[in-house]
């Protein structure tokens, strides 16, 4: 099966200085519109947006841009927030299950991750920092336009955000620094690691829902099928792992030179098929 | 397992809410506006989602009650549906749910005083007219009956007005309402039923076919009137020993008397349907098996439809009369 694939899309350096540790990822080369980080694997990618809704949203569709493996990897946008009364301390970890924009009315209900051992809360984006700290949810600026940005993109399951209170009531934001927002992450690492697993396992899902067959590249290397007769091929080879899974195709159509004596090949194969089911 | 629990904000107080949170007493739910804020938005997979359904208390607010398809009834001449719930606790390969929405939460409405009134309604203006409501359309009509008490609350009402038969189709072992109340004569219990060895293939999470057969064979010693719906008829190697060999154990356990309808529907999807429900779904034996457009519809060939609909009628003349062979195909 294959592995899962992790995007996280994050605003500040040291929000992310802990994790591109933790995961061994280092910075991509070369003129970057954002700072793009990766792990060896490249099944995990960080990028730096910046502050601001816009920068979330343009730093994510960057990052859309550049993962090979976007459309089926777990997105997640981990940061810092300030937190109204009674929501929790300094230094908890939440889980967004209900996000707003301070702007209009509009809704997103996040996909509530199974087995995800954190407290939900709900959290509304500003566009500019908040010291009012009367309201009962997290505030932050950028969980608005990244989730709304990339649930265009990708299925909604495979997105989630994270966040950690820095802010509230008792110490507000003018006591946030550098310094201490890498040990608020640092102590909730563990946490990260966990969510991380479970977004991989659900990445898995997806990819292996939308791989496509081991011979499709192949053989539309080396033999021209058309725009229909690649989709057609496309299912063909679905179908044939399905109902062939020990039987290899190669060897059975190695001497047929064209796209349509292929074709033709698996479709009277797999019509003349049929099923087991004992 | 429920993964969360969503409440339409308008009905956070209704005594049914109330009732089903008390079922739920860990999970702490959250508050929207409409179901639609969270059930079948754009860029939804139904098969993550069915590994991990949120329930969704939601209230009806029109067509409570509709006409069914052409070619849908078990003998009387008005035919409804209506649904309390929309998708089913069981992941049955060929079930038309996975390409209706793209969503798998379960969304349960509420609001049954609201489908009593028109259901009420229906019948009194057809009360001279026999009628079949089927409320097993969009969901299992007994599956989610622990949690949403839908068998209690409706069959004391259908009981009251004979000229309207109700139909709960399911594919349930958790039939306890039943087993505790009198046999209703109006109501048929219908059992979707397929060979075992099919079976364990394509209807995940459902109880086994024996399990089934047994409860069929205990509401049937009740007196409860039984459906028996082979839908959708399923081809492959030895279907013809296995239909035999189903249709045998069936009615070896079933006291024939109590049958009151029989169905055969063959395997049918929705042109516009398949597409994303093969997508969601592509490693499924039964989905990728040979298919062909025929009309509005995908299914098999025309040959090995009319093979096993013709075989399947043969074989089941020798347990029942054919006056009570039905087709609940409906049209696309």
Not at chain 1, 258 to 271: M, N
Not at chain 2, 130 to 158: H, N, Q, R
Not at chain 2, 251 to 258: M, S
Request: include cysteine; hydrophobic fraction near 40%; charged fraction near 25%.
């Amino acid at each position: 099966m294959s592995n899962g694939c992790i995007c996280w899309v994050i605003a500040l350096p040291s929000e992310a200085k802990t994790l591109i540790e933790e995961f061994k990822m280092f910075p991509i080369q070369g003129d970057t519109l954002f700072p793009v980080y990766k792990n060896k694997n490249e099944d995990e990618w960080l990028v730096i947006t910046g502050v601001g809704q816009l920068n979330a949203a343009s730093g994510a569709s960057y990052l859309y841009s550049l993962c090979p493996q976007a459309r089926t990897s777990f997105w997640i946008n981990f940061g810092i927030a300030g937190a109204g009364k009674k929501v929790g301390n300094i230094g908890d970890i939440f889980f967004i299950n209900e996000l707003r924009n301070y702007d209009h009315d509009k809704v997103h209900y996040p996909f509530i991750l199974p087995q995800l051992k954190i407290k939900n809360a709900m959290l509304k984006t500003y566009d500019k920092p908040q010291n009012n700290y009367q309201n009962s949810f997290l505030f932050d600026m950028e969980s608005w336009g990244f989730y709304n940005i990339v649930q265009r993109k990708i299925t909604r399951e495979l997105i989630t955000i994270i966040k950690i209170i820095s802010d509230n009531s008792i110490e507000t934001i003018s006591s946030i620094s550098k310094d201490f927002v890498k040990k608020l992450v640092k102590e909730k690492v563990e946490y990260l690691v966990s969510l991380r697993d479970i977004g991989n396992s659900l990445s898995r899902i997806e990819m292996e829902r939308k791989k496509e067959p081991y011979i499709f590249f192949d053989l539309t290397k080396n033999i021209h099928f058309t725009f229909s007769q690649r989709e057609q091929l496309k299912k063909f080879l679905i179908r044939w792992d399905v109902h062939f899974p020990k039987r290899p195709l190669f060897p059975e159509i190695k001497d047929l030179k064209d796209a349509k004596s292929i074709l033709g090949y698996l479709e009277s194969s797999l019509d003349s098929h049929v099923l087991k089911w004992e | 397992m429920i993964n969360q629990i969503y409440i339409e904000n308008e009905i956070k107080d209704h005594p049914r809410v109330q009732s089903i949170l008390k079922k739920f007493k860990r999970k702490n739910p959250i508050f929207i506006d409409k179901y639609a804020s969270v059930f079948n938005k754009k860029n939804q997979n139904f098969r993550i989602q069915k590994k991990y359904p949120s329930l969704i208390l939601s209230q009806k607010k029109t067509s409570y009650v509709l006409k069914t398809p052409a070619d849908f009834g078990i003998g009387n001449s008005h035919n409804f549906y209506f649904s309390h719930m929309y998708n089913c606790l069981y992941d049955c390969e060929y079930c038309f749910l996975q390409g209706m929405y793209s969503s798998a939460d379960y969304v349960l409405f509420v609001n049954f005083e609201d489908f009593e009134e028109e259901i009420k309604e229906k019948i009194s203006f057809l009360k001279n007219d026999k009628v079949t409501f089927f409320s097993g359309y969009d969901c299992d009509s007994l599956a989610f009956e622990k949690v949403s008490g839908f068998v209690k609350y409706f069959l004391p009402i259908f009981k009251k007005f004979p000229n309207a038969d109700i139909e709960l189709r399911t594919k349930s072992t958790q039939v306890d309402p039943l087993f505790s109340m009198e046999p209703i004569s109006n109501c048929v219990v219908a059992f979707s039923l397929m060979p075992t060895e099919i079976a364990k293939k394509v209807d995940h999470k459902a109880p086994s076919i024996e399990k089934r057969i047994n409860t069929i064979s205990e509401l049937a010693s009740m007196g409860w009137k039984i459906g028996l719906r082979f839908d959708p008829l399923i081809h492959g190697e030895n279907w013809k020993i296995l239909y035999s060999n189903l249709f045998e154990n069936v009615f070896k356990k079933i006291d024939k008397k109590v049958i009151h309808s029989i169905t055969l529907g063959p395997l049918r999807f929705p042109k516009n349907m398949f597409k994303k429900i093969i997508s969601m779904n592509p490693k499924s034996k039964l989905l990728s098996d040979t298919l062909v457009l025929r009309g509005n519809k995908i299914s098999y060939s025309n040959g090995i439809e009319q093979e096993m609909q013709s075989f399947c009628t043969g074989l089941l003349k020798d347990y029942s009369p054919e006056t009570l062979f039905f087709s609940c195909k409906g049209n696309f």
